[in-house]
């Protein structure tokens, strides 16, 4: 490509909107596989405002510092984090999941590291990075099991990590019995809510019988939560918190050429535009917008699970989240001739399912003519 002489804005802008097209939206309801959702409009105007801001170089920009103090203190009242709390405005997940065994590594001086079967993929390179080897722990029923983690844990285990809405069926790990043995052991010990964090607490507060799995339970040393995904803000957005500050320390290094004297997070410039978002649209939905909206998301999967349950389809299991695995044989074929029709699905070989995750931008009236759908690729 020929760059050396400028095009108007007139003409990128143009450009821009054609390659557009090519991408499914989030407004059409037929992205039916990503744990993503459209951010709420408060949040997009929110990221506009601050997009010149950089939390990496934080004197810079106070009034966007004082925000994300305010965005950790919001979600670690909901996680009931004790006064004495660290906490970070990351890029999601992987990144959470990255500065958990970083500092559980360089808190132990230990290099083995136990997960589940089915914990995210970050974990992978994780270890890779940090040259830690990951002890895995098969499931039972798709959680992880707690008597097969006892008799992994031996003189290298530096922590734990277990799962709060996996990203294949949004399972919930059997985290409060976790947390006692990683108590009782004295192992640094990280949930992976990236997906659970911004829903479980709010269906809890409807009454729905899902474990706790935040610092209410002593064995719980960090959790990670995404507001990009049920958090409704923008792309890239994570949140990750520790039980104590002073653990920081641990992975901080000196960063003598700006205001910051030290850095724990690892990336060095942190984008203030989604700190804004975040807060934004978290302080205006409340706590109760968030419910309504959890409420919303569960009431959906469970008419979609009837409605394919009547079709004639099984699922791999009874969903505990907004996630639900649907039995087929083939899923990429069959993911494929859905993505003619102008489904954007997501599978998994191993479970030889399709995945639908029923975010807050997917309608009621999509899901009967996607069944429909489903039903006649399955026939061809």
Not at 72 to 86: F, K
Not at 143 to 168: E, F, P
């Amino acid at each position: 490509m020929d760059w050396s002489k400028g095009k108007s804005q007139k003409n990128i802008m143009n450009e821009l909107k054609e390659t557009r097209k090519k991408d499914f939206t989030f407004s059409s309801s037929r992205i039916l596989g990503s744990m993503c959702t459209a951010p709420h409009p408060l949040a997009q105007q929110a990221a506009a405002l601050y997009m010149e801001t950089n939390m990496g170089d934080p004197e810079l920009f106070l009034g966007t510092k004082e925000l994300e103090k305010r965005v950790l203190n919001m979600a670690a009242d909901l996680l009931h984090a004790p006064p004495n709390y660290g906490g970070l405005f990351l890029s999601g997940g992987t990144e959470s999941n990255l500065t958990a065994l970083h500092i559980a590594r360089s808190l132990s001086h230990k290099k083995e590291i136990i997960i589940s079967q089915s914990a995210h993929f970050s974990l992978q390179k994780a270890a890779s990075l940090l040259k830690l080897k990951l002890r895995i722990v098969p499931t039972q029923k798709y959680q992880m099991d707690v008597h097969k983690i006892a008799n992994l844990v031996n003189d290298h285990t530096a922590g734990v990590m277990a799962v709060a809405g996996t990203t294949g069926l949004g399972i919930i790990d059997p985290i409060p019995d976790i947390a006692n043995l990683c108590h009782e052991e004295n192992l640094f010990f990280h949930v992976d809510a990236a997906f659970g964090g911004f829903i479980i607490p709010f269906l809890k507060k409807q009454g729905y019988p899902l474990p706790q799995f935040d610092f209410a339970l002593p064995g719980v040393s960090s959790i990670s939560l995404d507001p990009h995904k049920m958090g409704c803000s923008v792309i890239p957005s994570g949140l990750f918190f520790i039980r104590e500050k002073k653990w920081f320390e641990a992975i901080s290094v000196d960063t003598p050429y700006i205001s910051a004297k030290k850095q724990a997070s690892l990336s060095g410039t942190r984008p203030g535009a989604s700190v804004a978002a975040t807060y934004a649209v978290m302080r205006h939905l409340g706590q109760e917008g968030y419910i309504d909206m959890a409420k919303r998301c569960i009431d959906l999967t469970l008419y979609t699970k009837k409605v394919l349950q009547q079709s004639g389809f099984s699922l791999i299991t009874d969903p505990p989240l907004n996630i639900l695995g649907i039995q087929v044989s083939k899923p990429f074929q069959v993911s494929q001739k859905l993505l003619k029709k102008g489904w954007s699905i997501s599978y998994n070989t191993q479970l030889h399912c399709l995945r639908l995750v029923i975010m807050p931008h997917i309608k009621k009236r999509l899901i009967d003519q996607f069944v429909t759908d489903l039903q006649d690729v399955i026939k061809c």
